[in-house]
């Protein structure tokens, strides 16, 4: 790590945008510890067996086809930060788009400071993402699966965990999230009008709270419905896992809080709890296909009232 490069990087913010992405990315890399990504042919194997298996037993559960991402990467934290780089690039494009009257400059590198600090930290946290590629501007643009080989080996070792059996949960964990956007060929762009709505909204001074709360509702449904897959097709019971990994969450020094409460990582955990509770309810009575009909149409979507009241969505949908 340097992280006078990192505070260069930064200062010396230059052109024209309301942030400089080269310099987010080197400041980003400078200042974390890019992890080791030395693979012995049985781990590399490992990762492969992990993402098959779980699509065999994914499939199987949910009753839904969908395909693996043609990009599945094992990656070090400098090849995340490099790729979320680019899809952070891509979804602020619009802010960027109307730029700044006042200090430019000065904005320019607060917001390049921001976005560096952020992407640090997620960098040194993520185990594994989907990647649905939002608003990618390339017609053949693919989905992409990215597992975070040192901090998976870090999280597994300082939980006191079986590493190959932690790594199989996060693969199953991402894999859930294909399966959701395979299942529905819509749901990127649903996602997509509703994000470039609030952001553009954002752009111009306002709040479309319509779109955000569209947003998160839908965001509510795909993690409660990977977590419902997760429950179902997992080798074993993974409770343990899950109490452990909460508990490293909720820990850390004040600083570390603070910029999850900023990312609204906390946000995340309610979508994790909501949803989860809302298809595990529908599942009890009406079976995991019944609650995989969520992703047949953009309609079949719970609503916020239905997340809470799963009984309505059930009349509603599979009466």
Known sequence: MNLFRSVRAVTTASGTGVIDWDAVAEAAKSSTDPGDLTLSAEEREGFASDVRDARTRLQTVAGVEFDLPDTVEVQNRHHWIDANVRTFRRVMAPVEEHGVSVLPGVTRVLNT??????????ANNVLGQYDPLLLAEADDADHGLYF????IVKVADSLDVDYPRFRRWIAFH?????????????????????????????ADGGVDRQAFRELDTAMTAVEGYAELLMDWAFDDDYSDLRAKLDARRSGGGPLAQLIRRALGLGL????YERGAAFFTAVADRRGVQAA????????NLPTDEELDTPEKWILRVDP
């Open 113 to 122: 400071g921001t976005m560096a600090v952020m992407l640090s930290f997620l």
């Open 148 to 151: 975070v080989r040192p901090n």
């Open 174 to 202: 991402e894999v859930a999230h294909a399966a959701e956007f395979g299942a529905a060929p819509w749901l990127s762009t649903h996602l997509e009008q509703r994000m470039e709505q609030g952001i553009e909204a954002l």
């Open 268 to 271: 995340k955990r309610r979508q």
């Open 292 to 299: 995989s009909r969520v992703w047949d149409h953009p309609d």
